[in-house]
T-cell receptor, first 110, second 115 residues
Framework: QKEVEQNSGPLSVPEGAIASLNCTYS??????FFWYRQYSGKSPELIMSIYSNGDKEDGRFTAQLNKASQYVSLLIRDSQPSDSATYLC??????????FGTGTRLTVIP | GAVVSQHPSRVICKSGTSVKIECRSL??????MFWYRQFPKQSLMLMAT?????????EQGVEKDKFLINHASLTLSTLTVTSAHPEDSSFYIC???????????FGPGTRLTVL
């Protein structure tokens, strides 16, 4: 099993809808979890981090972590065309190494 | 927020030459920096972990003699691609741990093209 597995998509949602992005992870990356957004040709930008079970909200973004199921997700409410990007899920090991999922390409259709 | 810079942003070189890429943490000290490589339409692949004052730790399959890493200070790590070949053409991205934020922050990346 890969350290972090992500539903590869691509995912298309209409403007204003909720976009749901999901990841599962292995025992190796049990410390912290991050969601990065990467626009084409650019480097990843950190948008959310989550360390404990439950939900964490920041503006239109909500990260959800379920350690029992080894599952982390990102919800984007009121999706905008500017949200169109590749979203990378990452899990951190105790040695502070990040392992990335393959990314989910999101397209928000105006 | 945290800022990590990289230089150069883009480099084109001839096969056989060496290229040095700098990664700097601008407003914090980073004892650990990371170097990634990303090929088109693929995810980030960790190449090595750069530790200030000690040798870098390379991931399996990454040649340490080809990709030289130096982390001489708490704000600077360099990656030198030695004897570059066209297959080394890629997007190289560094990141730095900001411990108090509990996250890694990425530089803007360096696009290397080897002719």
């Amino acid at each position: 099993q890969k350290e972090v597995e992500q539903n590869s998509g691509p995912l298309s949602v209409p403007e204003g809808a909720i976009a749901s992005l999901n990841c599962t992870y292995s025992d190796r990356v049990s410390q912290s979890f991050f969601w990065y957004r990467q626009y084409s040709g650019k480097s990843p930008e950190l948008i959310m981090s989550i360390y404990s079970n439950g939900d964490k909200e920041d503006g239109r973004f909500t990260a959800q972590l379920n350690k029992a199921s080894q599952y982390v997700s990102l919800l984007i409410r009121d999706s905008q065309p500017s949200d169109s990007a590749t979203y990378l899920c990452a899990g951190q090991t105790g040695a502070n190494n990040l392992f990335f999922g393959t990314g989910t390409r999101l397209t928000v259709i105006p | 927020g945290a800022v990590v810079s990289q230089h150069p942003s883009r480099v084109i070189c001839k096969s056989g030459t060496s290229v040095k890429i700098e990664c700097r943490s601008l407003d914090f000290q980073a004892t650990t920096m990371f170097w990634y490589r990303q090929f088109p339409k693929q995810s980030l692949m960790l190449m090595a972990t750069s530790n200030e004052g000690s040798k870098a730790t390379y991931e399996q399959g990454v040649e340490k003699d080809k990709f030289l890493i130096n982390h001489a200070s708490l704000t600077l790590s360099t990656l030198t691609v030695t004897s570059a070949h066209p297959e080394d053409s890629s997007f190289y991205i560094c990141s730095a741990n900001r411990l108090e934020m509990g996250a890694q922050y990425f530089g803007p990346g360096t696009r290397l093209t080897v002719l």
